[in-house]
């Protein structure tokens, strides 16, 4: 066998991805090592899914027991994780039913699918308009990116899924203007609590108890998107619960696996009853591995303590990227909710976020952009403090190497 490198991932893999030069081999925790064994704090969980960091000891004991017993047998037959991990989901969340599949973009993608069936079973094919938001982020399959709020995401990929309309996050008045014209026609407005992809924007309380009084006046309905938001990211098992509303679908993955892959999407009786055999499906969905580590990863985060060290862990991040920023003023706002932070850069260093990341990285710590003016952080939630004094204050040594690199750049 050769040795995996850089040039030989660009030889056999589309080239859709821009990876950085370090290929991790090993994670423990918060820590990953790369091939030479050099280690690294991560700050980044994978985009927002280890929650619970790298190879943690019930996750492996619980996947590899079940990889004993039973890997797969379709949807053809009930199993025993499958329907252990919708009843946890259930008693957890507003939801009456899950769907399982594997991914955000396949839970987004049932969440809306279910969403234009309820309205037609019950309304007619008119009531079909999806609204939905500039900047959002679904996932990549053609009804997502159609309504996903970023048109580069679109380019070159039509025809595209029609009968969906975009509004300015964040604006109630726009929404109310939009349900006032369109009324009878509205089937779903799908929202992200945080926009992740798009900078990590906060939705305002205002914002989303609107969509929730709207949608309740004109018989449509509240799809969450918390495929990055949920699963304790914010402090909350789901993101909502911040804002005192309740959704009639919501989609989830990410964070929900752990770091095996697996989505889902939960809605109320009422709204998944219209779903009959056959409707919709997946292969994977229910995959007995997958809904083992689930239950699993779901059995640890769901608890006081780890909700609760969310907000301890944010404030001490918080206060080290304050810091970080009082003393090389690089970030104008931090935003975000939970281990979900978003540091927007300044103006001199406007459409560079990507700087910050890579000289993070060659300095040992591991860290997320969002768009090009936001350093994103999504560490795991059970981070040990430890490990984020550490990783700020590698952060801090990138920042002051960039910035001196910026001073000589600038004076020469
Ligand atoms: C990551 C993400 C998705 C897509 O999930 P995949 O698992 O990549 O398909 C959808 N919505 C949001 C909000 C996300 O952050």
Known sequence: MTTTTRESYDQVMMPNYAPGD???VRGSGSRVWDQAGTEYVDFAGGIAVNALGHAHPALVSALTEQAGKLWHTSNVMATEPAVA???????ATFADRVFFCNSGTEANEAALKLARRYS??????????????????????????????????????GPLPGSITHLPFNDVAALEETFNSLS?????????????????LDAEPEFMQAIRRLCDDHQALMVLDEVQTGVGRTGKLYAHEWYDVKPDIMATAKALGG???????????????????????????????????ASAALDLINTPEVLEGVSHRRAMLVKGLQAITDRFDVFQAIRGQGLLIGCVVTESWSGRAREFLLASQDVGVLTLVAGSDVLRLAPSLIIPEADIKEGLERLEGAVATLCAEEDKAVSS
């Open 85 to 91: 991990l919708a009843e946890k989901l259930c008693n």
């Open 120 to 157: 037609h079973s019950n309304f007619g094919p008119h009531k079909d308009l999806i609204i939905a938001f500039d900047n959002a982020f679904h996932g990549r399959s053609l009804l997502n990116i159609s309504v996903g709020g970023q048109p580069n995401y679109r380019e070159g990929f």
């Open 22 to 24: 370090v290929i991790p």
């Open 259 to 293: 770091g095996f892959p697996i989505g889902a999407t939960l809605a109320t009786a009422q709204v998944s009853d219209v779903f009959k055999v056959g409707t919709h499906g997946s292969t994977y969905g229910g995959n007995p591995l997958a809904c083992t580590v």
């Open 184 to 200: 009878d026609t509205v089937c779903a407005v799908i929202v992200e609590p945080i926009q992740g992809e798009g900078g990590v």
